[in-house]
């Protein structure tokens, strides 16, 4: 069966460092990968979606990046954190895009910016 | 282009009361339609879903009808417990725009003992 992994869970970071989360697909192969934030009280927002390796789509400029270095690893990153970029992040993989079955979610990390 | 309407909440209940959270739809093709549940603190779980319409998904007591007619998704359940309460989202892919998928904003339900 197919697995998500996403970490850290919660993470606190001061404005201006860097940031790193990763994500990780298990059981499966090619999969579309996506990163979403979810700010307090608020839905979700598409940041990032890939199709393949080394395929990234940005859908919201800011200073967040990601990269897809291995098939089934998808990383979220920022040279410089800003205060705004606190928030709930969700990464997903799906077969082929949303279709008839979804999305799976990571678990989520908790990012806090202070 | 397609989207998704969801009713705003927070929603209250009292335990054991009957729940609907409204959802609409626009799109242009025939979407596949889906409810995803989140728990505090944790990411989203697929919570049902319908692929045609006049489909009926159903899970945990949860159910939502695809009403082509109306377009729209609606979530109901009988008897709401505690353990339900959780913030909702109303989904949407479309083959015709790419299989993307496209959220609702989100309820929140909070059910009282």
């Known amino acids: 069966s197919q697995t998500i992994h996403q970490w850290p869970a919660t993470l606190v970071q001061p404005v201006g460092s860097p940031l790193s989360l990763e994500c990780t697909v298990e059981?499966?192969?090619?999969?579309?990968l996506y990163w979403y934030r979810q700010a307090a009280g608020r839905g979700l927002q598409l940041l990032f979606y890939?199709?393949?390796?080394?395929?990234i789509s940005s859908e919201v400029p800011q200073n967040l990046s990601a990269s897809r270095p291995q098939d089934r690893q998808f990383i979220l990153s920022s040279k410089k954190l800003l205060l705004s970029d606190s928030g709930f992040y969700l990464c997903?993989?799906?077969?082929?895009?949303?279709?008839?079955?979804?999305?799976?979610f990571g678990s989520g990390t908790r990012l806090t910016v202070v | 282009g397609d989207s998704v309407t969801q009713m705003e909440g927070p929603v209250t209940l009292s335990e054991e009361a009957f729940l609907t959270i409204n959802c609409t739809y626009t799109?242009?093709?025939?979407?596949?339609l889906f409810w995803y549940v989140q728990y505090p603190g944790e990411g989203l779980q697929l919570l049902l879903k319908?692929?045609?319409?006049?489909d009926k998904g159903s899970n945990k007591g949860f159910e939502a009808t695809y009403r082509k007619e109306t377009t729209s998704f609606h979530l109901e359940k009988g008897s709401v417990q505690v353990s339900d309460s959780a913030v909702y989202f109303c989904?949407?892919?479309?083959?015709?725009?790419?299989?993307?998928?496209?959220f609702g904003t989100g309820t929140s339900l909070t059910v009282i003992p």
């Open positions: 799109a242009t093709g025939y979407p596949s």
């Open positions: 997903a993989w799906s077969r082929g895009g949303a279709g008839q079955n979804g999305y799976t």
């Open positions: 059981g499966t192969s090619n999969p579309n």
């Open positions: 989904a949407l892919s479309d083959l015709n725009t790419g299989n993307q998928f496209y």
């Open positions: 890939s199709v393949g390796i080394g395929q």
């Open positions: 319908a692929t045609k319409a006049d």
